[in-house]
């Protein structure tokens, strides 16, 4: 199995638009992060965790060919807002299958209603194949997928364990029911989103609180801001086992 980090920043990206926060004016690669999702591939299938505005240009960057669905974590613009550049990979599969809760398929009906029309159907919309998840596991091309419910502030969202590979974004609480199904992971993938606490999303001592309690073999945080500080300097205060992900890294398993 195989991981590449298609984008790793919150919602804005780094650099922001109209900032000058340093972060934002560096010149190393790895602090600039297009919005948060991965590709998960193994055999010769791709799936992607969540299709934001930087879809495309992830997709040409990483030069993917072929993608076999795209599960999203919820509905949010920036996990979903590349919805629309789906249309590629319909050409070849003719239907995109999509996995998401039936309330992110409701939202994504209203901001993409021509996607989903049925009569009087706008031809170069993308097709999409519709799979409602639960709480509950269920099998994409051979491996066992189970969501994890996280709460992104009073919202209850998506995460996804493939095997022993756990992807979680945009966290703030998680349940001790909900933990159980994180134990004994090889690599956890968690956002991180920056020093201060954030009333959404956990901040940097929090994701660390986690880890140490989850204690999967690595873990790589994810989901970052420019507030959380440099890519270099911040990697150097972390524990050995733990990493800032950026752009583009790809973790083999």
């Known amino acids: 199995m195989k991981i590449t980090f298609l984008g790793t920043g919150t ?22 992060r297009l919005r948060s999702s991965v590709m998960i591939s193994w055999d010769d299938v791709n799936y992607i965790i969540d299709c934001g505005p930087d879809f495309r240009q992830q997709m040409l960057r990483e030069k993917v060919q ?8 919820h509905e949010h613009s920036d996990h979903t807002a590349g919805l629309d550049d ?9 239907v995109v299958p999509v996995y998401a809760r039936e309330r992110v398929l409701d939202n994504l009906k209203v901001r993409f209603a021509y996607i989903f029309e049925t009569e009087n159907r706008y031809p170069g919309a993308p097709k999409l194949e519709e799979n409602v998840i639960t709480n509950e596991s269920f099998w ?3 491996v066992e997928v189970t969501p994890i419910e996280v709460m992104h ?27 159980q199904k994180l134990q004994n992971l090889d690599i956890l993938i968690l ?13 940097l001592e929090e994701a660390l609180l986690l880890v140490d309690e989850l204690k999967p073999k690595k873990i ?17 205060q972390l524990p050995d086992n733990v990493f800032l992900s950026y752009d583009g890294l790809q ?3």
């Open 11 to 32: 919602s804005q990206g780094i650099p922001m638009i109209a900032n000058n926060h340093p972060v934002c004016l560096s010149t190393d690669a790895k602090d600039k």
């Open 66 to 73: 072929s993608i076999n669905g795209v599960l999203f974590t």
């Open 86 to 94: 789906l249309r590629p990979f319909c050409y070849q599969m003719e």
């Open 140 to 142: 994409l091309s051979g």
């Open 153 to 179: 502030g009073s919202l209850p969202i998506s995460a996804y364990r493939f095997n022993n590979v756990a992807y979680i974004t945009d966290l703030k609480t998680i349940s001790e029911s909900e933990k």
């Open 191 to 203: 956002n991180a989103l920056r020093i201060e606490e954030h009333p959404t999303h956990v901040n």
């Open 220 to 236: 790589y945080f994810t989901h970052i801001s420019h507030k959380l500080g440099f890519h270099a300097e911040v990697e150097k």
């Open 251 to 253: 973790v083999n398993i």
